[in-house]
């Protein structure tokens, strides 16, 4: 928009507030932190080339036209043990509790930093085993608990693993199962998305499960250095679109939806958490005042720090 003509007086300006809030935000850049789930061997560290023990956060910087964006993968062991899975959900969903928790924490500090250190997970890659026949009883429970707390990315690990027609096959029975199942997956549909929202929502809806390969080696193809996985028939390139979804997934986490998820996070996830600490607060002062009152009760206790709050399920499975 440009100043009217005839009276500049009357132009105020606001119309760059775009370009204002773009500037800010390309200089603060993004923060987006990921987390793997799923059984072990599934090719999760291979993904991020990285071998795990523990629930460990990695951290690197990338940057894209001056956009830079603070990318933090959180790997984790995975569900080894076949016969008795019973809770291995229980580490991953602490932790990320446990994040929403030191985020409250801050955000509730009389004298707050300006820019909140935020490490709550913004999306959770949920590796699913390409040589089940659809999604298990524990894949269930673990992505209905999963969904309860973080935007979920469903993916079909070692795809190489499957020829292309059982490839189609799984992910449109994967994806029938997942709406049998009422599993809420990120991105969500929303009454107030443009046209062109619901149509990108659409084509990557129709992706996942995402395909994915991963591969810790670099392979020299005519003259070419790529990343992937030699077979006896021949390479795999991961970054190839006719190989794997990776890039789809890439472009999507990264490109398309980066400023999405970090908003839903905060938005829904984030927001769920927070009403329902601040009510347990709230309840349990309540109770401690009308203990007081009736007297002879235990004398009010100290107030209880966020992080050793009971954490409630939301809904049990
Ligand atoms: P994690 O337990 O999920 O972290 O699995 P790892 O990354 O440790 O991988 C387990 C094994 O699977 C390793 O031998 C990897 O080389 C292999 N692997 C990883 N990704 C792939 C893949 O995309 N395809 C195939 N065929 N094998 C893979
Ligand atoms: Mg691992």
Known sequence: M????????????FDTIT??????FLKRGFNLNVILVGESGMGKSTLVI???????????MLEENGVRVKLTIVDTPGFGDQ????????PVIKYIKDQHAAYLERELKPNRERIIVDTRVHACLYFLNPGSRGLRPLD???????????NVIPVIAKSDSMTIEERTAFKRHIKE??????????????????????VLNASIRELIPFAVVGSEEVIEVEGKLIRGRRHGW???????????DFVHLRNFMLRTHLSDLIEVTSQRHYEQFRTS???QIKELRAQQAAAAASGGAPPAQPQVPLSVMQHQPMTQV
């Open 277 to 279: 600490q601040l009510r």
């Open 19 to 24: 370009q204002q809030m773009e500037r800010k």
């Open 234 to 244: 021949g390479v795999i390139n991961i970054f190839d679109e006719t190989h794997s």
């Open 177 to 198: 199962e997942l709406a049998f199942h009422r599993i809420m997956l990120f991105p969500y549909a929303s009454d107030d998305d443009a046209d062109d929202d619901r």
């Open 140 to 150: 269930v429970e673990v992505l209905k608990r999963l969904t309860e707390v973080t």
């Open 2 to 13: 440009s100043a009217p003509a005839n009276d500049v007086q009357d132009y105020v300006g």
């Open 50 to 60: 990285r071998k795990t023990t523990e629930i460990a956060p990695v951290t690197q």
């Open 83 to 90: 016969c008795n899975n019973e809770g291995c959900w229980v």
